[in-house]
């Protein structure tokens, strides 16, 4: 794939969201396998790459105009995820009080079911899901209309924006799913999933937003 800033478009030319998706998606899975594998990375690093994962989520409605940082994540595609959520499930249970083993345990499990490279075939690039814990203007707003907007930023010239429709899982599969997949790494707390909804935001429109020839707000071909 052309660099983004070498990326020149034909007139009426859609440029594929691939770009995205391998830049939020890829950026992440990088990240969590360079912490399981113990590599040296920088704090500056880490932070940069932790802008794939908290995008601001835009909103409006009853708790008016509304942008609030999200730690989003993709999931598998529905016909993977009770198979996973039972690995999930496994590994929570096995954890102890003060167990210093169990994030890095959790997180070879991520890469195993989420981000090896060999199974980006089952991942779901058709949603990105969130845990909503404040119930606050994002809540009021989704339970209104749910008409919302990710805006995602690494500097200095990355940016993405993605359109779509938030739906809330206040009872189902997603909900489990996410608050399993958090608390895969961090100390679990199952009793508290029953107060943390998912908001599943269904992909509609995908944007460059990015400071280069590609960006500046151009519309990208979604699906891929």
Do not use: C
Not at 95 to 120: C, F, H, M, W
Not at 157 to 169: A, H, N, Q
Not at 177 to 184: K, L
């Amino acid at each position: 794939m052309k660099n983004m800033k070498e990326e020149v478009l034909k007139e009426g030319e859609l440029q594929s969201s691939e770009s995205f998706f391998k830049w939020a998606f890829e950026t992440r899975a990088k990240n969590v396998m360079a912490i399981y594998n113990g590599e040296d990375i920088s704090r500056d690093r880490l932070f940069l790459n932790f802008t794939s994962h908290n995008p601001a989520l835009v909103t409006n409605g009853p708790g008016g105009l509304n942008a609030s940082i999200k730690g989003v994540g993709f999931v598998p595609k529905r016909e993977y995820m009770e198979e996973v959520l039972e690995k999930y499930i496994t590994h929570i249970n096995s954890y102890k009080n003060d167990d210093k083993e169990y994030s890095q345990r959790g997180l070879k499990l991520l890469v195993e079911v989420l981000y090896d490279p060999a199974i980006r075939h089952t991942i779901d690039f058709t949603k990105i899901i969130t845990l909503e814990m404040a119930k606050n203007h994002t809540w009021q707003n989704a339970k209104d209309n749910g008409i919302a907007t990710y805006i995602f930023y690494q500097p200095p010239v990355v940016s993405y924006e993605l359109r779509g429709k938030l739906e809330i899982d206040d009872d189902g599969l997603y909900k489990k799913f996410i608050n399993a997949q958090h608390d895969v790494y961090h100390a679990p707390n199952m009793e508290r999933w029953e107060k943390r909804p998912a908001l599943v935001f269904h992909i509609e429109e995908v944007y460059n937003n990015s400071a280069s020839k590609a960006g500046f707000g151009k519309q990208m071909k979604y699906p891929i």
